[in-house]
């Protein structure tokens, strides 16, 4: 296998085609099936036969791992004769856009990304075609792909609703804290193994240097906040809601604690942390002004990019630290972006081939060199991928970050509700949750006025 050039995050997909539409024209119904014994060759010998000059619209966020994708597009169209329209729309934005373009009764789009937080709600309202019998067919999912490959965590935690299979994960994530080694190094300074510790570190630094920060975070309003306080909460002993008995947990005294903390952290960050979202967090890292960053695995390749990053060679990784109180512990975050098969789509097995093609076992290694997720088990733990991680930190910190995802789920919770209110109510909690930091009000009033509403929304009918 050949080996990567720079360590990246992890990876995944699957899917492939049937018979509905091709250059526009319904294909007949005795089209042959692939040979599921086919090699990889015969099989986009097979696509451009039955699709090729097919045209698929893809909507996908702004992501490494979309970015990727971009860049092997045009062996795609050679390969399989499948041209592609790309609408590639920052996160903030595209969930509702794909939401508007489905309710509307539009089929712009064949193939979506689903960030994990989106799953429930999604599946609820019908906007992705169960992908089950794609899976499950070989004719569709050849044995080459690889699907059992994939990380289980990431195959099963971020794409699967009420037993039914919505989508293949691309850009599987967990989260750990980076650190600059040079500065750590330049004060005898070790990383924190605990919260107190790493509020610790952030305030020295934060006070040592001009111009340094101790850490830089998620802390604009909305999802974003909502998502860097997630990074810490669970550690500090707290919870957005139970899942199991569908009630908020705002009110309790983890939940409570573990905003503070995350308010009272981000005193040593940039000042204008109120407006970020991981692409500013991950700036003001890169670009050197940040001592510590807690953030998702899937975006280290941009750190380690000398073309982006003034730190490329002046960081390190480590494990989350772990909280003491409310029954908090070392837990890792389990979440990241799938691609789905829009319901509304007439070119499903055209589209499916997309996925099939990129996600597949035989390019994962073109896939990640150029900024894709690593998520395939044989590509992790690949003796010639990790013996070329120039760093030698990236495997081991993901491995180590995915067994503190693993320590969550074996508490009983996931780092993900599966509710399908949670895009809203992480949204309100996220507002709550950044009025409290730049002071519009207390902590406890933002847990008060966050309980009230998260207890409102779900107790309201999705249909309402």
């Not at 949750?433 to 847990?447: S, Y």
Request: net charge negative; hydrophobic share 40%.
């Amino acid at each position: 296998m050949k080996a990567m050039k720079v360590p990246l995050t992890l990876v995944l997909a699957f899917a492939l085609f049937a018979a509905l539409v091709a250059c526009g024209q319904t294909l007949t119904a005795d089209a042959a099936s692939p040979d599921p014994t086919a090699g990889f060759k015969e099989w986009c010998e097979y696509v451009k036969e039955n699709y090729g000059g097919t045209e698929i619209s893809l909507s996908f966020a702004t992501h490494p791992a979309t970015y990727a994708m971009q860049e092997m597009a045009d062996d795609f169209t050679r390969d399989t004769g499948i041209t592609i329209k790309w609408d590639v729309v920052d996160e903030s934005y595209i969930k509702n856009k794909q939401l508007l373009d489905h309710m509307s009764g539009g089929n712009t789009y064949d193939l979506i990304s689903v960030d994990g937080f989106w799953l429930a709600e999604f599946a609820s309202k019908n906007i992705m075609a169960p992908m089950n019998s794609y899976v499950n067919d070989p004719a569709k999912t050849p044995a080459w792909f690889g699907y059992n490959d994939i990380e289980a965590a990431f195959r099963e935690g971020i794409t699967t609703f009420d037993g039914v299979l919505y989508g293949i994960p691309f850009a599987g994530e967990t989260r750990f804290l980076m650190y600059r080694k040079d500065l750590f190094d330049k004060y005898d300074k070790t990383p924190p193994e605990t919260m107190d510790e790493m509020y610790e570190l952030a305030e020295f630094f934060y006070e040592k240097e001009p111009g340094l920060y101790g850490i830089t975070m998620r802390g604009s309003r909305g999802i974003q906040f909502a998502s860097g306080w997630m990074t810490l909460m669970y550690c500090l002993g707290g919870q957005f809601m139970d899942e199991a008995t569908n009630t908020s947990m705002m009110m309790t005294q983890g939940t409570i604690d573990s905003l503070q903390y995350y308010v009272d952290l981000l005193q040593f960050a940039p000042p204008d942390v109120s407006t970020y979202s991981h692409e500013e967090a991950k700036s003001a890292f890169i670009s050197g002004r940040a001592a510590m960053w807690c953030d998702s695995t899937a975006l280290v390749p941009q750190v380690l990019d000398p073309n982006l990053s003034v730190v490329y060679d002046k960081f390190d990784i480590a494990r989350m630290p772990a909280g003491t109180k409310h029954g908090g512990g070392r837990y890792g975050a389990l979440a990241g972006w799938s691609i789905a098969l829009a319901a509304n789509s007439d070119k499903k097995d055209a589209a499916y081939s997309f996925i099939i093609y990129m996600i597949s076992k035989e390019k994962v290694s073109e896939f990640v060199e150029k900024g894709g997720t690593p998520m395939r088990t044989s590509y992790l733990t690949d003796p010639e991928v990790i013996a070329a991680d120039p760093n030698n930190f990236y495997y081991p910190m993901v491995s180590a970050a995915l067994g503190d995802a693993a320590a969550l789920v074996q508490k009983g919770v996931n780092w993900i509700p599966m509710s399908t209110r949670l895009g809203q109510g992480l949204d309100r909690i996220g507002a709550y949750g950044n009025m409290a930091l730049v002071g519009e009000m207390t902590v406890l009033e933002a847990c008060q006025a966050a309980d009230e509403e998260l207890t409102e929304i779900l107790n309201t009918d999705p249909e309402e």
